[in-house]
């Protein structure tokens, strides 16, 4: 289990019921201590990839905070009983993150996206932050070979924190496969953070995202996110069987 925070197992992975609040506070104790953490947001298709995965699954188990980034997730714990307070979406912890990060001091790192992405979103938060320290950026369709140049990159850096866009479960297995040699306090896989940051691409309207409903935005907007779309059945599927098995349906 993640130093310093309460989780229930959920699936194969697990939860941590903080909201957005108190992680964006955990976050910051986590600096404040030292040594590496590595948070996870977990959407439905996250958790579908973990029954299948046990690898991403024992990374999840391992998490400091796995946040629920998904009404499917929210609804699905309090079904099993989970007592989950929102839905903590990475997007919206990076988003609050960001001043924080500026009065603060500390030194930010942005991977993954298409090449230029990462770029774009560091010039788009300098522009709403200016003196917020982004020490470095790069893009995440690197080679394995490549990888520990990337790696060795990111130490030199110095940076404080980590966020790592390149989909689930790659961008989660990068920092726990690399979580000794990064020298960062925090790292966290951002899944689209960085295209939105980018403004490549565009959050669901904010009374979408309230009803749940930010999954079928994605898909009328970018329908090669079909396949994640696909899998909710079967994520509903994986809650009856565990319902069924702790005898609460």
């Given at each position: 289990m993640g130093r310093g925070d309460i989780a229930y197992p959920f699936l194969n992975g697990k939860l941590s019921p903080l909201g957005?609040?108190?992680?964006?506070k955990k976050i910051a104790q986590f600096i404040e201590e030292?040594?590496?953490?590595?948070?996870?947001?977990?959407?439905?298709y996250a958790f579908t990839v973990a029954s299948k995965d046990e690898e991403f699954a024992s990374i999840l188990r391992s998490a400091d905070l796995a946040t629920p980034d998904g009404m499917g997730v929210v609804w699905g714990a309090k079904l099993l009983g989970i007592p989950i307070k929102e839905r903590v979406a990475g997007v919206d912890i990076v988003m609050k993150l960001l001043p924080i990060v500026e009065k603060e001091g500390w030194r930010l790192y942005l991977l993954g996206g298409v090449p230029g992405v990462a770029e774009k979103a560091s010039e788009n938060i300098r522009g709403s932050f200016p003196k917020i320290q982004i020490v470095g950026w790069g893009d995440g369709y690197f080679k394995e070979e490549e990888e520990k140049e990337v790696v060795?990159?990111?130490?030199?850096?110095?940076?404080?924190?980590?966020?790592v866009g390149m989909g689930i479960p790659k961008q989660e297995k990068f920092i726990?496969?690399?979580?000794?040699?990064?020298?960062?306090?925090?790292?966290m896989g951002v899944g689209g953070t960085l295209d939105v940051l980018?403004?490549?691409?565009r959050r669901a309207p904010r009374l979408m995202r309230r009803y749940g409903l930010e999954w079928l935005y994605r898909l009328l907007v970018q329908p090669s996110k079909i396949e994640k779309v696909a899998r909710l059945p079967y994520f509903y599927l994986l809650i009856l069987r565990q319902l069924l098995r702790s005898s609460q349906f």
């Open positions: 957005e609040e108190e992680v964006i030292g040594g590496f953490h590595i948070i996870a947001t977990c959407d439905a060795k990159k990111i130490k030199k850096s110095k940076a404080d924190i980590l966020l726990w496969r690399n979580r000794k040699d990064l020298g960062v306090k925090v790292a980018s403004g490549r691409a």
